[in-house]
């Protein structure tokens, strides 16, 4: 099992300020990368796949870079609609997820 | 615009078989794509369990693969699925969602999601 691993637990951000989450693979995974946001109640939503290509509809100041093992998630201008939990997963193999990055309100 | 929705018990017993099913609108899940189950117990990460490819092929979490069956009614638009065994271990909110395809070794992203049910495992 391809293990995910995500730093750090907890950002706290101001509005308007840039956003970096990382995540890291056990073992390469290319750019079978996906990030996924979570607010509370709700589903995760798909943000990136591919490690950087946004999903339908998801705004420009998501964007996502990385290969192999290390991983980014940028947001550029956080709006306070974008504080929540994010998680990355891997899908080189059967799909692991990561224990998730928040995003507070600083 | 493709929906999903659960339906099921949100309560079961200890040792028995949770049954869940996953409805489907906007979509017929006989055209193509894949269909999955994931869960998320309360105040954790993701957990995929399995998904599946219209009426037909299978693909399980190996950490629950002896407990989980996941089958589809193309007829109905609905896949389901079935854990057998459980415990307080499995109390978990239950998503399913729409996948982007599996492989022999993977199966992808999930570009659509349900809204999730609660389900408790409790006497």
């Known amino acids: 099992e391809i293990v995910m691993t995500q730093s750090p637990a907890t950002l706290s951000v101001s509005p308007g300020e840039r956003a970096t989450l990382s995540c890291r693979a056990s073992?390469?995974?290319?750019?079978?990368l996906a990030w996924y946001q979570q607010k509370p109640g709700q589903a995760p939503r798909l943000l990136i796949y591919?490690?950087?290509t946004r999903a339908t509809g998801i705004p420009a100041r998501f964007s996502g870079s990385g290969s192999g093992t290390e991983f980014t998630l940028t947001i550029s201008s956080l709006q306070s609609e974008d504080f929540a939990i994010y998680y990355c997963?891997?899908?080189?193999?059967?799909?692991?997820f990561g224990q998730g990055t928040k995003v507070e309100i600083k | 615009q493709v929906q999903l929705q659960e339906s099921g018990p949100g309560l079961v017993k200890p040792s028995e078989t949770l049954s869940l099913i996953c409805t489907v609108s906007?979509?017929?899940?006989?055209?193509?794509?894949?269909w999955g189950w994931i869960r998320q117990p309360p105040g954790k990460g993701l957990e995929w369990i399995g998904s599946i490819y219209q009426s037909g092929s299978t693909y399980y979490n190996s950490s629950l693969k002896s407990r989980v069956t996941i089958s589809a009614d193309t007829s109905k638009n609905q896949f389901s699925l079935k854990l057998s065994s459980v415990t307080a271990a499995d109390t978990a909110v239950y998503y399913c969602?729409?996948?982007?395809?599996?492989?022999?070794?993977?199966?992808?992203?999930?570009?659509?999601w349900g809204q999730g049910i609660l389900v408790t495992v409790s006497s």
């Open positions: 997963q891997q899908y080189n193999n059967w799909p692991t």
């Open positions: 073992q390469s995974v290319s750019s079978y």
């Open positions: 969602a729409r996948v982007l395809g599996c492989g022999t070794t993977s199966c992808y992203y999930f570009d659509s």
């Open positions: 906007g979509y017929s899940i006989s055209t193509g794509y894949f």
């Open positions: 591919g490690a950087s």
